[in-house]
């Protein structure tokens, strides 16, 4: 069992920044792949950002490429994700999501899951 707070959401106006962090239970957390999901109200959870065990690969959604950044700190069982040119379509809340195995961009790939941080962009 693998426990994810999530933290870091706000409200923060359109170019503004946020970073979230996830913190994780238990001692294996440099072999678990974990990876950032959102949903906005009325849409289904779509792919964000996902990163390796390791922290030597990342993996982005489109619309998020070149603002957002993932980022893990094995020492500290916590994964990061740097928000920057935020736009109003972001808005939505924000998951972390743990998989034992390779990073995958499907959600139902991943076994546990955070609460979500909201985050909402304003015009």
């Known amino acids: 069992q693998v426990q994810l707070v999530e933290s870091g959401g706000g409200l923060v106006q359109a170019g503004g920044s946020l970073r979230l962090s996830c913190v994780a239970s238990g001692r294996t957390f440099s072999t678990y792949a974990m990876a950032w999901f959102r949903q906005a109200p009325g849409k289904e959870r779509e792919f964000v950002a996902a990163?390796?065990?390791?922290?030597?690969?990342?993996y982005y959604a489109d619309s998020v490429k070149g603002r957002f950044t993932i980022s893990r700190d094995n020492a500290k069982n916590t994964v990061y994700l740097q928000m920057n040119s935020l736009k109003p379509e972001d808005t939505a809340v924000f998951y972390c999501?743990?998989?034992?195995?390779?990073?995958?961009?499907?959600?139902?790939?991943?076994?546990?899951w955070g609460q979500g941080t909201q985050v909402t962009v304003s015009s």
């Open positions: 990163i390796s065990a390791s922290g030597g690969n990342k």
């Open positions: 999501a743990v998989r034992f195995i390779a990073a995958s961009i499907v959600p139902s790939d991943y076994k546990f």
